[in-house]
């Protein structure tokens, strides 16, 4: 099933934006692009760990952040060959059915969206990436990530599904659940089931239209630290539960996390030394992919 005869298979994947309540609870950011150094020097360490192992990563970035003159964070991690898509240009609520809703800098001056629907400014969010990492990193995008995730993915809005196959995206990656009561330090036995529970439901597959979906499974960093309150070691225990979980079942891991929470909770990188170690130890193999690579191997017709 995937190449070179691996078990199964691990994606790492990063969303470069900045987080409310990170790295301080009071951080408030209405700028997702605006990166600090504190999260641009997190992405040189994550590149740092990925050639120690020889592995790729999956980034998606905000097209705001492209606004700042330092992207040399970025210029070296498609250098070094891994993948970069599009989170939309601000953040926004792909889902919105009014323009207010699609995000605070909307809401606060609704005439920012030219009259558009919420649709159109859709579109134009994604453009304005796509364009920006093309005239600023000469990257061409094929993936497109929402901003935060749904439980039913896209499902619900088969006008994003077509609107992303017209922009030309190959693969959504929109699809998330991680079945807990999101209430701070749940029981150990309970986040480990929830995280099974998230790989056994949460595979790559088609929606209907036929635009392929990588889910994003097991537990974000997001959910671990900002509402589950865990520490660095519980949440990296639980990504080591997560792999041991994939390897038994020969599935796709596909992790989401994020520099700016990261940078904060996990500044030496200890995840991603710790998952990668672990996954790569694994009897059979591990093929370590991005989700461009996943969605050429086991999703592209």
Known sequence: MYPNNAQFCLS????????????????????????????????HKLLDVAGKYGVKLQFFVVGSALEDPDVD????????GHALDNHTYRHINVKAERVEDLHSSYKRAP????????????????RQTSRALRERLSVETT???????????????????TLLQEEGF???SAHYKC???????????????????????LQPYRYPNGLPEIPMMGLSDAIAFRSLDLDRWEYIHLTTVAVDHAHEHGQVLSLLA????????DPHCDMLDTVLRHALDKPGGCWVATNRDINGALLAA
């Open 179 to 201: 079945p807990t009561e999101r209430t701070w330090h749940p029981p150990r036995a309970e986040m480990e089931a929830a995280v099974r529970q998230s790989l056994d439901s």
């Open 73 to 80: 964070y970025l210029k070296r991690l498609v250098a070094e």
């Open 143 to 161: 993936g497109f990530r929402t901003p935060g995730a749904f439980p039913n993915g896209l499902e619900d809005i088969p006008e994003v599904q």
């Open 111 to 126: 005439w920012r969206a030219g009259g558009l629907a919420p649709l159109d400014c859709l579109r134009h969010e994604i």
């Open 258 to 265: 994020h520099p700016s929470y990261l940078a904060a909770r």
């Open 170 to 172: 190959q693969f959504a």
């Open 12 to 43: 790492l994947t990063f969303d470069i934006e900045m987080s409310y309540n990170f790295p301080y609870w009071t951080s408030d950011y209405d700028d997702y692009g605006a990166i600090d150094p504190h999260v641009k020097q997190y992405v």
